[in-house]
């Protein structure tokens, strides 16, 4: 397990180097300490392909409406390119209720529910709080003593931190952010928006669709 102490070295580590390009120009790439930290954290959520050839990072909010319109879109990215990978990073910005929710989401992970408490806490009308977020988590049938325990972890907490740590130093702007490559794009994004950014991203790191 990654500690906090551990996750505040690395990026202490990565903070002297530029931040991350915003453009696709690769004379300006994104920094070797910086990528690890966006796409190989051991406490990131893997989507997707583990192995695929090109990674996929996208910061969002449970209670940022342009997050859950880009969902149905990320399933169909996802779906349509088997050499994807992709990671997810819960980044509450909204406050407190999008921290609980941020924690329920990553504890279901060790009950092996991570995306369908993903999904259906996108797929909420109100606002993801406690006694939404609960609705959710006993729809799924989870062990809710559990829950609330894993919640607290070190995991969770750090996959948090890190999350914020990173962000600022990037000086992300807002939620949803997904980031390939050496480029960052901000809002909400179609499909072909979606498969353009993989597929710059490959040209750049010189990897072949597919």
Not at 18 to 26: G, K, S, W
Not at 131 to 147: Q, T
Not at 150 to 168: E, G, T
Not at 199 to 209: I, L, N, P, Q, S
């Amino acid at each position: 397990m990654t500690t906090r102490r551990q996750t505040l070295a690395l990026i202490a580590a990565v903070a002297a180097t530029p931040v991350l390009a915003q453009t696709q120009a690769r004379p300006n790439p994104m920094p070797d300490e910086l990528r690890t930290a966006l796409e190989r954290d051991k406490n990131g959520i893997v989507l997707g392909n583990p192995a695929g050839n090109i990674t996929l990072v996208e910061f969002f909010d449970y209670n940022c409406p342009f997050c859950k319109k880009i969902l149905p879109k990320m399933q169909q990215l996802i779906s349509s390119d088997p050499q994807l990978r992709v990671v997810f990073r819960e980044w509450p910005v909204f406050g407190a209720d999008s921290e609980f929710a941020a924690r329920a989401a990553l504890a279901a992970l060790d009950q092996g529910k991570y995306w369908q408490t993903h999904a259906g806490l996108m797929a909420l009308r109100d606002r993801a709080a406690e006694p939404s977020v609960m609705r959710v988590v006993r729809k799924l049938g989870l062990d809710e003593a559990k829950l609330r325990r894993d919640m607290d972890s070190d995991r969770v907490s750090d996959h948090i931190a890190r999350s914020f740590m990173l962000a600022d130093h990037m000086s992300l702007i807002g939620t949803p952010t997904l980031i390939a490559g050496d480029e960052g794009v901000f809002g909400d994004q179609s499909l072909k928006d979606l498969q353009d950014l993989v597929a710059r991203a490959r040209a750049m790191m010189g990897v072949a669709a597919g």
